[in-house]
């Protein structure tokens, strides 16, 4: 089995959790869990915002998602067109469209070496300082094989558009023996064990996810897990590439317009004016 794709999606500091989910539903209604439902169904049931947040998804709206890219460091123009097309290849069955630009962009790319892969997860990227990065390719250059930039680049950019880690399904952490991994992160990626049950053994709330009725364990989203941490013996495969399961679910989540109408902005100024503009209708 290759090496793992070892990404830790950033998180938010929890001071900020609730303004970002009130953001996330502004920007996508979809993006608010079905609580109400459950104050209907439970008497007396009243959920504190917190937990409201932490149910928020953080998907773009399904207009479509364009969002502009800008670069830390400073990269070559190789390497920065190689990397926007790799951003870019899950346009082709969705209404995506990621550009770069100078000035104010909304990802902002680092490649800070010891930093690891890594990304906030769709629009929480909009509660990130402006000069702060977004998303991590730690070392990533010219000379780093092309497999990787499928592998890890296609990764992090499907967190960008507010996917979670498809391992963390509950059917797949199911398969996983909890100390196995505890030792196995441990020894390979340094992780502690509350990083590894964070990241590896903790379900994703069901009610939150959508799409696929079960988990693609050959989504570019899914980790490779070893067959020694499992508790069959067999692994998870992994994602190498988006896969037909990836590219269905983005289409079905930001599908393509029909005729020739573009791709709209997606910017948390662009929310604010709709919302000011509803104030004064």
Request: aromatic content about 8%.
């Amino acid at each position: 089995m290759s090496e793992l794709i070892v990404c830790l999606p950033k998180v938010l500091p929890r001071s900020q959790w609730v303004s970002a989910a009130r953001m996330a539903s502004e920007i996508n209604p979809v993006n608010h869990p079905p609580i109400e439902r459950l104050m209907q169904a439970i008497p007396g049931f009243s959920p504190h915002p917190l937990h409201i947040a932490v149910l928020t998804t953080k998907y773009w709206h399904t207009r479509g998602v364009r969002l502009t890219v800008g670069f830390l460091d400073n990269p070559s123009k190789a390497l920065r067109t190689r990397i926007l097309s790799h951003m870019n290849a899950w346009n082709k069955t969705a209404n995506i469209r990621f550009v770069e630009a100078k000035t104010n962009p909304q990802v902002r790319i680092a490649r800070t070496v010891g930093d690891g892969y890594w990304s906030y997860l769709g629009t929480d990227i909009l509660s990130i300082q402006a000069d702060a990065p977004t998303m991590n390719l730690e070392s990533f250059t010219m000379t780093t094989p092309e497999s990787e930039f499928h592998r890890v680049v296609r990764h992090e950019t499907g967190h960008t558009m507010g996917f979670p880690h498809e391992h963390m399904r509950r059917e797949l952490v199911a398969k996983i023996d909890p100390e196995k991994a505890i030792k196995y992160f441990k020894d390979t990626q340094g992780w502690s064990r509350e990083e590894v049950e964070q990241q590896v053994l903790t379900p994703i709330e069901e009610s939150s996810l959508l799409g696929t009725a079960h988990a693609d364990p050959k989504s570019i989203m899914c980790y490779q897990i070893p067959g020694i941490i499992t508790k069959d013996g067999k692994p998870i495969i992994g994602g190498l590439d988006i896969d037909k399961s990836d590219y269905a679910f983005v289409g079905k989540i930001y599908p393509k317009p029909h005729g020739s109408r573009a791709v709209k902005p997606t910017e948390k100024s662009s929310s604010k004016r709709k919302k000011s503009r509803r104030r004064s209708s």
